[in-house]
């Protein structure tokens, strides 16, 4: 019975979600344009989970992997390099225009080396100084973005790369709307159905790794990397393992914003994005994966949604306070008021080896206290009994 209801819950739930961007879009699409967002910064967190979450290795870089994602698209799926590199020109005269199809594998494996030569100077370092480093490498990365427009044009500086192609899903255009049954899907719910897809399929990953051998030695080495090193446990490579997994689902997001989009630049990858990815990690319950999603969901929509606030309390003061001012005064209230009340997060993992004792176990007859997991002590193991005072040589 509890079977079923869990498959009727899931169904509902399904279903639930297909229909939410066709009932949202008849609000307006930039409703559906938020939860779309929201979705992209819940595979980021995911991502960012693994790092933090399950090993323990706080980085506030992790908007370079993003950037790196996101420009690895828009390099191959828009006519700048074309009209920067004759060579390229004359290979490609119609332009390159990869589809994102083949250019995710590639920011997959691009973000992952990426991580991975961040985590190679950083595996001695912890806390506060490893954090320090992370900042740093992702300052840089948004810095080489900016200014790689001369000698030669890369990634035309702080102008951004633009006339990016879309995704094309089995010859459909996601940017051209589509009618189903006469009624008209707008591009934001296509791209809608996309992101929620890839969200579904990195919080399995996720969830796989969480029970894996790779996962439990993740959390050996947050716990304590002392006691995981002297057990055995290979904590370089576990270290490399986890800035390359987490860094991998930051590239694929990038490249499904940069098609989302259709514009990419270096403002877009700025050290308060990573500081927002690190606080919904964080805010939801850090290492617990519907928490994490919780967490993302709400920060990323909220800021959005308090746009309809802080502009009629603008009008009303004739424009004394500054919308934009308001909106993240609210949006830090909100944070502080939510880690007052849980510190541990929205939705923190459940504490294990601190559960409450079960009744229907056996109670130690000598001490009161109850019996070890499997352990039986016999029938006649009761105070006064002097069998059990008797010496066995001398009785």
């Known amino acids: 019975m509890a079977q079923k209801n869990k498959l009727v819950v899931f169904l509902l739930c399904g279903f639930g979600l297909f229909l939410l961007p066709l009932m949202v879009q008849g609000l307006g699409h930039a409703w559906v344009r938020i939860i779309d967002i929201a979705l992209l910064y819940t595979m980021l967190a995911l991502g960012l989970n693994i790092v933090v979450g399950y090993a323990g290795l706080l980085d506030l870089g992790y908007v370079a992997f993003f950037a790196v994602g996101s420009y690895l698209f828009a390099l191959l799926a828009s006519p700048h390099l074309t009209e920067n590199f004759p060579?390229?020109?004359?290979?490609?005269?119609?332009?390159?225009?990869?589809?994102?199809?083949?250019?995710?594998?590639?920011?997959?494996l691009l973000a992952a080396g990426t991580g991975v030569l961040l985590g190679i100077p950083v595996l001695k370092l912890r806390g506060d100084y490893l954090a320090i480093v992370t900042l740093g490498f992702g300052e840089i990365i948004r810095i080489f973005m900016n200014n790689l427009d001369y000698p030669v044009n890369i990634t035309n500086g702080p102008k951004g790369v633009n006339q990016i192609d879309g995704i094309h899903f089995f010859g459909v255009d996601l940017n051209d709307p589509v009618h189903w049954f006469g009624f008209e899907v707008a591009p934001v719910s296509l791209y809608y159905y996309v992101f929620l897809g890839a969200v579904i399929f990195t919080y399995f990953v996720c969830q796989r790794l969480e029970n894996s051998r790779i996962g439990r030695a993740w959390m050996a080495i947050r716990e304590d990397e002392?006691?995981?090193?002297?057990?055995?446990?290979?904590?370089?490579?576990?270290?490399?393992?986890?800035?390359?997994?987490?860094?991998?689902?930051?590239?694929?997001?990038?490249?499904?914003?940069?098609?989302?989009?259709?514009?990419?630049?270096?403002?877009?990858?700025?050290?308060?994005?990573?500081?927002?990815?690190?606080?919904?990690?964080?805010?939801?319950?850090?290492?617990?994966?519907?928490?994490?999603?919780?967490?993302?969901?709400?920060?990323?929509?909220?800021?959005?949604?308090?746009?309809?606030?802080?502009?009629?309390?603008?009008q009303m003061t004739d424009g004394?306070?500054?919308?934009?001012?308001?909106?993240?005064?609210?949006?830090?209230?909100?944070?502080?008021?939510?880690?007052?009340l849980r510190?541990?997060?929205?939705?923190?993992?459940?504490?294990?080896?601190?559960?409450?004792?079960?009744?229907?176990?056996?109670?130690?007859?000598?001490?009161?206290?109850?019996?070890?997991?499997?352990?039986?002590?016999?029938?006649?193991?009761?105070?006064?009994n002097t069998a059990l005072r008797q010496d066995p040589v001398n009785p």
């Open 226 to 314: 002392t006691a995981a090193k002297a057990m055995g446990l290979n904590v370089r490579n576990l270290k490399l393992l986890a800035f390359g997994m987490g860094a991998s689902f930051g590239g694929a997001s990038g490249a499904l914003f940069a098609s989302f989009q259709g514009f990419v630049s270096p403002e877009s990858y700025s050290l308060m994005e990573s500081v927002m990815i690190v606080s919904m990690v964080v805010l939801g319950g850090v290492g617990h994966l519907p928490g994490v999603v919780l967490g993302a969901l709400m920060l990323a929509s909220l800021p959005e949604v308090l746009r309809y606030v802080a502009g009629p309390l603008q």
């Open 343 to 384: 510190p541990r997060g929205l939705w923190p993992s459940p504490e294990h080896g601190k559960a409450e004792p079960d009744p229907a176990d056996k109670i130690t007859p000598l001490t009161g206290q109850q019996n070890p997991p499997g352990v039986d002590f016999p029938a006649d193991a009761v105070p006064g």
């Open 87 to 108: 060579a390229i020109a004359a290979m490609f005269p119609h332009g390159v225009h990869v589809s994102i199809w083949l250019v995710m594998p590639l920011a997959l």
């Open 320 to 340: 004394r306070l500054d919308a934009a001012i308001l909106r993240q005064l609210f949006i830090a209230l909100a944070m502080i008021v939510i880690m007052l």
